[in-house]
């Protein structure tokens, strides 16, 4: 019998949505393939897990660092500004919106340069 989103093992109840969704598809696949439920959900839940993690290391950095002209949005691999501001409160306004909107994480320097936090959801 298929597993759903309202209709699952109990082993899954305690993961967080996001994986216990993907757990409960991968482990679907796998009941199709002949395995047995207790073999599906332990591989299920371990590749959901990893899908997870996967996810979060492809974010891209942005930092938000100083710049002739105030504080700038710049990409971690790159040499040019995103967006420049006068000051760093009305740079993390606007940043955080866009980092959100590309799935990225935000690393947010001092005026030395040091880095004073990292945020990863706005």
Known sequence: MPWSKNDY???????????RNKAIEIANALLDEGY??????????????????????????????????GWQLIKSDSSRAIMVEGTKEELLSKAKDYVNEHAGTLVIHKQDGSVDQELYNQ
């Open 36 to 69: 047995n439920e207790g073999r599906a959900i332990a591989i299920a839940t371990d590749r959901a897990h990893k899908s997870q993690e996967d996810k979060t290391q492809d974010k891209t950095e942005y930092h938000v660092k100083t710049h002739d002209d």
């Open 9 to 19: 093992p109990s082993s899954l109840k305690n993961l967080p949505a996001d994986v």
